[in-house]
C-alpha cells in the first residue's frame, strides 16, 4: 500500500518511488462525533441556504483550486505514483465539474410546477430539500476528482459534508481541504476524517449521516449496502467495473487500437471505468491482435519518462500479478516493459478461457483480454458475461447495428467510438447497474441523489366544504359514476 499504518498514524509514501512524503494522526471515533456534531448544527442554516450563495462558494472553490493548480498536480502524483499529465487532467475534469455543476442548480432543484389533473382548483409543485449531512467515502485511484465529484454535489444540493478519503491518498484531500477553508471560509461545511476500515464504518452507521456515498470495491459497496438498509438510508454506490470494449467489423481499425490502447492503460488501468475485455468481430479480429500486441510491446511503466505509472497499493499489485500468471498457464501473454518495484508491463492477454481468474474478477491494471466474436449476439453474451454493468464501449460506422447492442448491453453507459470520455461530461449521469452499484453521480442526477424531493399542493380556489368531504352532496357519487364513464372510456 502506499501507506502504512501504526499507532494510529498514517505513514504516506510515494508508490512509484518509495520516498516517506508525511504522517499525521488518524481521526478517532470520539473525534468523528464532534465532527458529525458541528455538521448537524452547521446543516440547520445551510440546508436552507439559497441557491446563489452555495454557487458563490463553488465559484469560490473553484478559483482556489486553480490558483493551487500545481501543488495539487503535484500531491496528486507523489501518493499516487501517476504520470504528471494524468495529475493535470485530474485537476481539469474536477474544475469542469465544479463550473458545469453550479450552472444547472436552478435546473435540478428548482421549484417545478406539476399538472393537477381534473383538480383544476388546485395548484401543485415539486421542491428538492437538503437530505441534511452528507458522509462520503471516496477512493485513491483519483484522489481529487472522485473527491470534488459526491463533495460539489451534496455541498450544492445544501448538505454539510463530512469525507473520508482513502488512508492511501489523504493529501489531495488535506490540500483540498485547506483550499476551501481559505477560499470560502466556512470550515464547518467539509469537514474531512481520516483512518482505515473503523472511521468508514463509524461514518456510514452514524444516527448523525443522513445520506451516505461511497467509490470503491463492490464487496465494500455491498457492506455499506447492508449497514444502511435497517436504517432506511440513503446510498449512492459507484463500485466496480469489468468494462468490455466492442469492436464491430466495420470500424475504423487504427481509431479502435488506440482507444484500447488509451482506455486499458491510463492511469495503469487502474480506472473503474477502464477498458479490460476487448471482443472484436472475426473478420478483423487477426489484424487488431497483431496492431495491440505490438503497440503494448513498445510501451514501458516506469518513473521516468513512460507512459504508465505505479500501482498504488499493494493489494492491486499482488492481484494483478496473480492474475497474469494465471493466464501465462493457458494463453498468449505480450508485454512491455517495466521497471523494478510497483510497476507491472503493459499487457495483452488473447483469447483466455472464460474461468481464467482475469476474466472472473476485476483487474485494476494495466491488462487487457481480447477474443474474438461472430454475430452482434454473441457480442453481448459476452460483454454481459461478469455481473459488472458500469460502462462499456462500442466501434463501428453502423448506427443500427451499434443502437442494438448498445441498448442490450448491462452498463450504466457507453461511450460510441469513444473511450473514457464520457466520464468528462459533468452533465451526463454516472453510476451502473448489477454489481456496479446503484445510483447516480453527475448532471441533474447526481444532484437529485443528495437531495429530498417533496411534493406540495395548495388551493386556487378555497370552499367551506369539498365535495368528497364527510358533508358532500348526495349526488357526489352519481355524478363521479357518470363522469368516470365520459372521460375514461
Known amino acids: 500500500m502506499s501507506v502504512r499504518i501504526s499507532n494510529n498514524t498514517l505513514e504516506v509514501f510515494d508508490p512509484a518511488t518509495g520516498e516517506d512524503l508525511t504522517q499525521f494522526s488518524m481521526t478517532s471515533v470520539q473525534e468523528l462525533d464532534s465532527i458529525l456534531q458541528t455538521a448537524k448544527a452547521g446543516a440547520e442554516k445551510y440546508n436552507y441556504s439559497s441557491f446563489f450563495r452555495r454557487q458563490k462558494l463553488m465559484t469560490q472553490l473553484q478559483k482556489g483550486i486553480t490558483r493551487r493548480m500545481d501543488d495539487f498536480i503535484k500531491t496528486i502524483c507523489s501518493e499516487t505514483g501517476k504520470k504528471a499529465d494524468e495529475g493535470l487532467m485530474e485537476v481539469f475534469i474536477s474544475l469542469e465539474h465544479i463550473k458545469q455543476s453550479s450552472h444547472h442548480l436552478y435546473e435540478a432543484l428548482g421549484k417545478r410546477n406539476r399538472r393537477s389533473g381534473i383538480l383544476k382548483t388546485r395548484k401543485a409543485w415539486v421542491e428538492y430539500e437538503a437530505m441534511g449531512v452528507a458522509g462520503i467515502i471516496s477512493p485513491w485511484n483519483y484522489p481529487l476528482i472522485l473527491t470534488v465529484s459526491p463533495l460539489v454535489e451534496a455541498l450544492l444540493a445544501g448538505n454539510p459534508v463530512v469525507l473520508k478519503p482513502s488512508e492511501h491518498t489523504p493529501l489531495t484531500t488535506q490540500l483540498l481541504k485547506k483550499v476551501w477553508d481559505e477560499s470560502t471560509e466556512r470550515p464547518e461545511l467539509f469537514q474531512p476524517v481520516y483512518g482505515a476500515g473503523e472511521i468508514g464504518n463509524a461514518l456510514v452507521a452514524s444516527p448523525l449521516t443522513d445520506v451516505i456515498c461511497f467509490t470503491g470495491s463492490t464487496e465494500i459497496g455491498r457492506k455499506i449496502a447492508e449497514t444502511c438498509a435497517p436504517l432506511f438510508k440513503p446510498v449512492i454506490l459507484e463500485l466496480g467495473g469489468k468494462d468490455p470494449m466492442i469492436i464491430l467489423e466495420d470500424a475504423d481499425i487504427d481509431r479502435s487500437v488506440e482507444a484500447a490502447i488509451w482506455g486499458g492503460l491510463s492511469n495503469a488501468g487502474q480506472t473503474c471505468i477502464s477498458v479490460e475485455r476487448i471482443f472484436v468481430q472475426e473478420k478483423i479480429y487477426p489484424e487488431i491482435v497483431e496492431k495491440l500486441k505490438d503497440k503494448v510491446q513498445t510501451l514501458s511503466s516506469g518513473k521516468g519518462d513512460t507512459p504508465v505509472g505505479a500501482i498504488s497499493v499493494d493489494v492491486s499489485l499482488d492481484k494483478i500479478r496473480d492474475q497474469i500468471n494465471d493466464a501465462k498457464n493457458n494463453s498468449d501473454v505480450f508485454e512491455g516493459n517495466a521497471d523494478e518495484g510497483r510497476f507491472i508491463p503493459p499487457c495483452l492477454v488473447v483469447n483466455p478461457p472464460f474461468e481464467a481468474k482475469i476474466l472472473q474478477e476485476e483487474t485494476f491494471g494495466p491488462v487487457m483480454t481480447i477474443h474474438p466474436f461472430q454475430t452482434d449476439n454473441d457480442a453481448i453474451e459476452l460483454a454481459n458475461k461478469t455481473g459488472y454493468g458500469l460502462s462499456a464501449s462500442i466501434f463501428g460506422k453502423s448506427k443500427k447495428r451499434i443502437a442494438y447492442i448498445s441498448r442490450r448491453v448491462h452498463a450504466g453507459a457507453v461511450a460510441i467510438n469513444d473511450v ?26 447526481g444532484l437529485r441523489a443528495f437531495s429530498h424531493q417533496k411534493s406540495y399542493m395548495t388551493n386556487r380556489i378555497s370552499f367551506k366544504v369539498e365535495f368528497w368531504w364527510y358533508k358532500r352532496s348526495k349526488k357526489f357519487a352519481q355524478l363521479l359514476r357518470k363522469w368516470i364513464k365520459w372521460q375514461y372510456s
Open 420 to 445: 473514457l470520455t464520457h466520464y468528462g461530461i459533468a452533465d451526463l449521469p454516472f453510476g451502473g447497474k448489477g454489481i456496479s452499484g446503484m445510483g447516480k453521480v453527475h448532471g441533474k442526477e
